[in-house]
């Protein structure tokens, strides 16, 4: 019986071809950088025009010099907190969780300052379109 042999051989040039078709695609293109707000898919959704995307890249690095010294405060009160837990001392817990508090606050208004400027310079589509994004960025529990 000469099934098998010509079955396994069968599968063989099979499994060695699609293998070289996989190598052979020619390789996809490298994906923009997005930034640290994702600038870069949110360009992309709404179309902005080179233009646009120049100024919404303005807008968002100074938004993001801004946050850069309210984001390291964040980070030292989330570690006095820490330590304040650690000790169990209640006093302290209220006032870094406020302070908390307050600086996600500065955090949130920077972000929204900066959308402000972003939204005017957009088509009233473009202004659909980032409502849609920014609804969509929540329910998946992102900012923007």
């Known amino acids: 019986m000469q099934i098998f042999p010509t079955k396994l051989f069968a599968w063989t040039a099979v499994a060695t071809l699609s293998a070289a078709g996989l190598f052979a695609q020619a390789p996809q293109p490298a994906a923009q950088p997005q930034g ?20 919404a890249k303005t807008i968002f690095r100074e938004a993001g010099q801004s946050a850069k010294p309210v984001r390291q405060q964040l980070r030292e009160t989330r570690q006095s907190l820490q330590a304040a837990i650690k000790s169990g001392n209640s006093d302290q817990i209220q006032q870094f969780a406020a302070t908390e508090g307050t600086e ?9 300052t900066a959308f402000a400027k ?11 379109k980032l409502a849609e994004f ?5 329910v998946h529990g992102q900012h923007g």
């Open 36 to 55: 640290r707000h994702g600038l870069g898919k949110m360009a992309n959704y709404l179309n902005l025009t080179p233009a646009q995307r120049a100024q």
């Open 104 to 112: 996600k606050g500065q955090l949130a208004a920077i972000r929204a």
């Open 134 to 138: 920014q609804h969509s960025r929540k």
């Open 118 to 128: 972003l939204y005017p310079m957009l088509t009233a589509e473009q202004q659909h």
